[in-house]
């Protein structure tokens, strides 16, 4: 079996590493995520939910990071997270479905950004593994992908557990021989299995002292390390967290997922460790950011303009992508915080880096991109 | 061939067969005994293949068919493969109605007027398009029917998942597709352009010249050229897809976002149609036909010998080999040109040329026939509902989900990636694990005649040696015949 690994492996070994997609869905508040501290028209418009200087992380003097995202903190101050205040797309509907089709299919085209980007790279995957969405079905991003499987864990992986003993020797005795392009490929899948099967048996503890909380969205974060440190071919990864829709006591509602996503992330990064971050691309999205002015129940309502987070992949950090905009006379529509940075701009050098040639005419048709220098 | 040797041929091939079992298939009915005691699906006894090759009725089924179901080998022997053909061109003549009855409940997609589908989840709209696609193609006895409708929804791909196409696909699915897919291209073609799911897909209800400056939208038209007709290759300029952009400004879909009131409906509106003179691959357009330039486009595209050459290539890559020999494309694109681009002669043609009775088994299924040709030839049934569903997208074939507008791949080598799922199906499959589709594993056997004639039956020519050897020790001989290389050719 050990020649078969070795070919598999060679030929799924990406350069470009592994693309890790997190939708916060909900429509995430950015401006109680990255607080602009230092704008004295934010603390106005929140005087109830407002983040107080002293209960946050400074990031640079005008921005901090809320305190419940502390753990993303140590990779800000290492160069590793990159920031994209006033991010968003073009779609002004302020709908929850409406935005996230729009911001997943990239623009009024039919089927997902990444589906499309999988399907035209130029080092397009032949593993059973090139894309994964970790939860009970696949998101509209990954719509379109060339081959893709949602999974809970990675024991749904594989052929399962009624496998009979000696399936899988007369599979490999029939592809053998078999003609044209199904040689090459069964024993590929032969291989890719091998892979996924000694995953499944050797559940190797987290590395680097990494801890994983027990919420779902840390535990799919550790499949998908599981899948990276594998070498299964692994190009891209989605995951969501849910629970954002912040309309009443925003605190409540928020503290917890802002925990999880920090808290998991933390574990991810370091789990993976400095090489394999340096090939694993983070990029944390929601379809939109909340109304700039807190509601009369503590709460913010559906808004605009978001943050994104960018993490890994050589990307230079510790940085906030925005022209900050003034609240008094630049929000969009009924008091939002306008979009500024669109979403595919961020994504264009990261696909690009992933996989360089790629055609992203094609990924993102009917945009003009431009350029924001992430590296 | 005459019947009579064909006769003689069976009953050599069949006392050959006798002899030739190789240690019996012992584990598939330790395996299948538990299922035994299933319901009767009137699953009778019938005669597999008998040939060490696959035969002319094993080929014709493999081509023309999602698949042979139990019997119809011995049925298409019995007719011959040539009458099997005819019989697949005229599919009016066959009485399909339980195959209509199985999918009346569909409801959906008989929504009139156009606008009742907006009544509707977008999302329960594809379910019902997917279940009736797979329930057609595993039931319908107009198999060749089906078979062209697979490919046409290729060749005029939609994703709905693009603005109001989300509603308005079973419509097209009806109207274009299913209602000419053995008819006239002509027509089709026409059909297709005032499609409303196909107007949103394409950008064709935003294509308009309501002003001296404006730019029309080529995106249809350039399709139009590239991929429905005449080609990537076909001699078109880019000043031709100017022009035939031209000729179609002007046709609007009514939206869902703006109109209250016959939401889909396809209109014309002459002060947003450019209505000067055109000239389209050398044939001039006089000013003022309006609406008539759309007909003028339709007549200089489909009588273009490059679309003959375009669609006869297509049709031989489907039906013949992923690199069809020269002589069998003139001779298909010579039929298309004649018969004024009439499917059926076309095909006829097709099924008539030495290229298509040379080619045996040397075609790889692609994933959606792989999953039908399972479940046609085990008699299974199914509601098509998730569970099925989910092993089509994990293959990367999930009906009308593809998102460019060229379509699933007919070649083979894009679905390699994903031969390990196939393994999985096979795996689910065989041991009932798929939930809402089952087969009844104990009388296939039996209705075989035992599990060397299954194996023949599955792989359309009695098995190898080393293919009843490898099936034996497996530990799930159905499972590992359907997951192996045989099963994958057609």
Known sequence: MNDRLTTFISGQRDPGGTLVVVFLRGGADGLNMVIPHGDDLYHKARPGIGIRRENLLDLDGFFGLNSHLQPLHRWWESGDLALVHCAGSEDESRSHFEAQDFMEHGGLAAGGWLGRFLRTRPDAGSSPLTAVAIGPTLPECLRGAPSCAAIQSLDDFGLGPHVPAGFLHSLATLYRSAPRELGPAGRNALAALERIQSLDTRDDPPAHGAAYAADPFSAGLRQISRLIKGRVGLQAATIDLGGWDSHLTQSVIMDPPMQRLAAGLHAFATDLGAEEMARTHIVVLTEFGRRVAENSAAGTDHGRGGVMFLLGGGIQGGKIHVDWPDLATQLAGPGDLPVLNNYRDFLAPILTKQAPGSDLTKVFPGHALRDVGLY | ?490
């Not at chain 2, 109605?97 to 709209?125: I, V």
């Not at chain 2, 078979?147 to 509603?167: E, L, R």
């Not at chain 2, 064709?204 to 038209?221: D, I, Q, Y």
């Not at chain 2, 609007?252 to 396809?266: I, L, M, P, Q």
């Open chain 2, 1 to 490: 061939m005459s019947p009579l040797s064909r006769r003689t041929l069976l009953k050599a091939a069949t006392a050959g067969g006798a002899v030739a079992g190789i240690g019996g298939f012992s584990a598939l009915s330790q395996w299948l005994t538990p299922l035994m005691n299933g319901g009767d699906d009137g699953l009778d006894a019938f005669q597999p293949p008998t040939a060490e090759e696959i035969d002319d009725a094993a080929h014709v089924l493999n081509r023309l068919t999602f698949g042979p179901r139990p019997g119809q080998h011995a049925e298409v022997s019995a007719m011959g493969a040539r009458a099997f053909i005819a019989l697949q061109l005229e599919p009016e003549k066959i009485d399909d109605r339980w195959t209509e009855s199985r999918t009346a409940r569909f409801e959906a997609l008989h929504a009139w007027p156009m606008g009742e589908l907006l009544e509707y989840d977008s999302r329960e709209l594809l379910d019902q398009l997917t279940r009736r696609k797979i329930l057609h193609a595993v039931h319908s006895k107009r198999q060749l029917h089906e078979v062209m409708v697979d490919f046409w929804s290729d060749h005029f791909n939609i994703d709905p998942s693009k603005g109001d196409s989300k509603w308005l696909k079973p419509a097209d699915d009806r109207d274009v597709i299913r209602a000419h897919a053995l008819g006239s291209f002509p027509e089709m073609l026409r059909a297709s352009l005032l499609s409303p799911s196909m107007l949103w897909y394409l950008d064709g209800r935003v294509n308009r010249r309501a002003a001296e400056n404006e730019r029309p939208n080529e995106n249809h038209a350039r399709e139009l050229l590239e991929l429905h007709t005449l080609g990537v290759h076909g001699g078109y300029s880019q000043q031709d897809v100017m022009e035939v952009a031209r000729c179609l400004t002007g046709w609007t879909v009514r939206e869902r976002a703006k109109s209250r009131y016959a939401v889909g409906k396809v209109e014309f509106r002459s002060h947003l149609h450019d209505d000067g003179p055109k000239s389209v691959l050398g044939t001039e357009i006089p000013a003022g036909l309006g609406a008539g330039d759309l007909d003028r486009v339709i007549n200089i595209v489909t009588r273009h010998p490059a679309t003959a050459r375009h669609l006869a290539t297509k049709l031989c890559r489907r039906f013949i080999d992923e690199s069809p020999p020269e002589a069998a494309i003139s001779k298909v694109a010579a039929a298309f040109l004649s018969s004024g681009g009439a499917i059926r002669p076309t095909l006829t043609a097709l099924f008539d040329t030495s290229a298509f009775w040379a080619s045996r088994g040397g075609k790889t299924k692609r994933p959606f026939h792989f999953v039908v040709s399972a479940l046609r030839a085990t008699a299974a049934r199914s509601n098509a509902g998730p569970a099925l569903q989910e092993h089509l997208l994990r293959l990367g074939h999930a009906p009308f989900q593809y998102p460019t507008p060229d379509g699933y791949p007919e070649e083979a080598q894009p679905w390699m990636a994903t031969l390990l799922w196939r393994w999985k199906f096979a795996l689910d499959f065989a041991r009932q694990a798929i939930d809402g589709t089952s087969f009844p594993a104990g009388k296939l056997v039996r209705a075989a005649g035992g599990e060397d004639a299954l194996a023949a039956h599955l792989l359309g020519r009695r098995a190898s040696a080393a293919e009843m050897q490898a099936a034996a020790s497996s530990g799930a001989p159905l499972a590992l015949l359907l997951a192996s290389p045989a099963f994958q050719r057609f």
